[in-house]
């Protein structure tokens, strides 16, 4: 299965904005799906935007506009623009990819998005 490697995470004020970036191990054209979830301590992870086969895009009811998930193909890079960051987007954001329906999807470690004043 493809790796993937997040970073871009860091401490920023409320209001603020992060840009993060998965790598994949390889180029990856079209892949299943590929897309950022979160986990904050004690909650569940959940979607924060993905980019389904077809080439749609979903976000999670909480982004309502502010964050935008794109790719540089020839990169090998995802990225998640996030804007107007609140304190409630803490979380630990994951980057996972399905090359094809058949797989199990890879995660990569992580990186921790903290937002506090």
């Known amino acids: 299965q493809v790796q993937v490697v997040e970073s871009g995470g860091g401490l920023v004020q409320p209001g603020g904005s992060l840009r993060l970036s998965c790598v994949t191990s390889?180029?990856?054209?079209?892949?299943?799906?590929m897309g950022w979830y979160r986990q904050a301590p004690g909650k569940q992870r959940e979607l924060v935007a993905g980019?389904?086969?077809?080439?749609?895009?979903k976000y999670g009811d909480f982004v309502a506009g502010r964050f935008t998930i794109s790719r540089d193909v020839a990169k090998n890079t995802m990225y998640l623009e996030m804007n107007d960051l609140k304190p409630e987007d803490t979380a630990i954001y994951y980057c996972?990819?399905?090359?094809?329906?058949?797989?199990?999807?890879?995660w990569g470690q992580g990186t921790q998005v903290t937002v506090s004043s």
């Open positions: 996972n990819v399905r090359e094809t329906v058949r797989d199990a999807g890879s």
């Open positions: 980019i389904i086969s077809g080439g749609h895009t």
């Open positions: 390889r180029r990856v054209f079209m892949p299943y799906t």
